[in-house]
């Protein structure tokens, strides 16, 4: 069979050549670039339900088939076996780090865990109740005015520098956002400990007191980082590849896929889970009656934590936090009842005709929340949670993007549907 490499569309009666950009495992894309110099039309695709911005070698979906791959390597193996520093490396460089390498890049994300003494002050300006998403992106994007020398996305080692300054800050920063949100005092980081292990220590430790690491937390911890770590054009990483797109810095793009990442649609789902959770367990409303809010679009209530843009089938990810919820909710003190009720709900939306007929199956974070909450933390950290693990993501493919020579400024069109043009008042 002959590889297509054009395509012919018909526009206004005259026949129109347009040629197709293939990619690998059957992935075609039809290059619309020619249309709007030949037929002066746009094309019209709302939330880009049909639009690739990008040709990227990092992550592979097949939503059909329910498959993810880093870098060629399928999502299973990879949080059975491999680590979140370890897959950060293979985001960002391309491959799996040698023992050395692995070695190197650990021992220099250990030493930029720091922040100045004045960002650290700058906690002290929010609310004490403060969410601690918008504490984050806000410190992120300060962090460019502390780092005027890795600024430049065309120098090479600037890039390099805000890359481990990026991996090796970030945690430090969600632990302080989250003792400010709890009125605690911060903790410096112990450069002892790995990112995981200071994430955890500096959100639940207490200054002068010692603090003992839970090894199966920390291996949960990092294996949820690892199913967070990267999926390709998401909204927030099509954010951060957005705002890089107009040659911003890597902390500034960061701050924007932060920001993205809040809303409920998107990562704050794993939050709004554990509100609808809660909700039916109080007794507010029955899981039956919940349903049925749901699939008569009551108040535009959903099924937070169901439903994907790309999957059409169960996330794969899903599959694999739920094994862990399993394994972890006895061992960490989690709430039987909540869990009960996220896997009731689960089985009467699998055996409904509204959600088979929409292909609607538990996300990443269904499940999610619960093991966050038995780990001790609050619901507003959840999100923060999501943005550490999908921080090795960005970087890479801000990275992509910036060494990509095909990368042109982000710019959608519109399709105008305001007032034709009218005179101002006595003009
Ligand atoms: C890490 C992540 O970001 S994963 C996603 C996290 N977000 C959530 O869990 C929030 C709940 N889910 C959703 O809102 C959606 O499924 C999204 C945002 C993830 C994907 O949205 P889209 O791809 O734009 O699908 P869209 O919103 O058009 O939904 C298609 C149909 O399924 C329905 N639907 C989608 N998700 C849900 C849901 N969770 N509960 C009930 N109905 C749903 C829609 O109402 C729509 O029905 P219709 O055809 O009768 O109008
Ligand atoms: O890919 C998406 O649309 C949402 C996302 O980030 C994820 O599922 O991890």
Redesign the pocket.
Same mark, same amino acid.
């Given at each position: 069979m002959t590889e297509q490499t054009s395509a012919r569309l018909n526009y206004q009666g005259g026949d129109l050549e347009l040629p197709v950009q293939s990619a690998v495992e059957g992935n075609v894309g039809l290059d619309i670039a020619p249309l709007l110099k030949t037929t002066g039309a746009v094309t019209y695709d709302p939330g880009f339900m049909n639009t690739a911005n990008a040709k990227s070698a990092i992550t592979y979906?097949d939503g059909d088939a329910g498959i993810l791959r880093y870098r060629g390597y399928p999502i299973e193996q990879l949080a059975e076996h491999s680590s979140f520093l370890e897959v950060s490396y293979l985001l960002i460089y391309g491959e799996l780090p040698t023992q050395q390498q692995l070695t190197d890049f650990d021992n220099v994300t250990r030493r930029h865990t720091l922040l100045h003494e004045e960002l650290r002050d700058f906690f002290g300006g929010f609310p004490r109740d403060a969410h601690p998403m918008p504490v984050l992106s806000s410190a992120v994007s300060a962090l460019s005015t502390y780092y005027p020398d890795s600024l430049d996305p065309f120098n090479k080692d600037h890039v390099e520098r805000s890359t481990y300054r990026m991996l090796a800050k970030v945690p430090t920063i969600a632990a302080y956002a989250y003792k400010k949100s709890i009125g605690q005092p911060m903790l410096y980081p112990d450069n002892n400990l790995t990112l995981v292990e200071n994430l955890i220590r500096g959100c639940f430790g207490v200054p002068a007191e010692q603090f003992e690491l839970d090894p199966d937390m920390v291996k949960a911890l990092d294996t949820l980082l690892i199913l +967070?770590a $990267? +999926?390709?054009?998401?909204?927030?990483?099509s954010t951060v590849r957005l705002v890089g797109s107009s040659q911003a810095n890597l902390f500034a793009s960061v701050s924007a896929g932060i920001n993205a990442?809040y809303g409920p649609a998107?990562?704050g789902a794993n939050e709004a889970v554990l509100g609808m959770l809660r909700q039916i367990q109080s007794g507010d409303v029955s899981p039956e009656a919940f349903m049925e809010k749901v699939k008569n679009k009551e108040a535009g209530v959903r099924l937070m934590g169901f439903g +994907? @843009?790309?999957?059409k089938n169960y $996330?794969p @990810?899903a599959r694999v936090v739920k094994g862990l919820a399993d394994d972890l909710l006895a061992k960490l003190g989690g709430d039987d009842e909540l869990f009960d009720i996220a896997q009731r709900l689960e089985q009467k939306a699998l055996e409904d005709d509204y959600f088979i007929e929409r292909k609607l199956y538990p996300?990443?974070?269904f499940y999610t929340g619960l093991i966050y909450k038995a780990m001790g933390f609050p619901e507003k950290m959840f999100t923060v949670l999501?943005a550490l693990g @999908?921080l090795p993501g960005w970087i890479a493919q801000w990275r992509e993007m910036i060494e990509d020579p095909s990368t042109k400024i982000g710019r959608p069109r519109q399709l105008y549907i305001g007032e034709p043009e009218r005179n101002y008042p006595g003009a």
């Open positions: 979906i +967070h $990267d +999926h390709e054009q998401n909204c927030s990483t990442l998107h990562g +994907h @843009r790309v999957y $996330d @990810r996300n990443v974070d999501f @999908r």
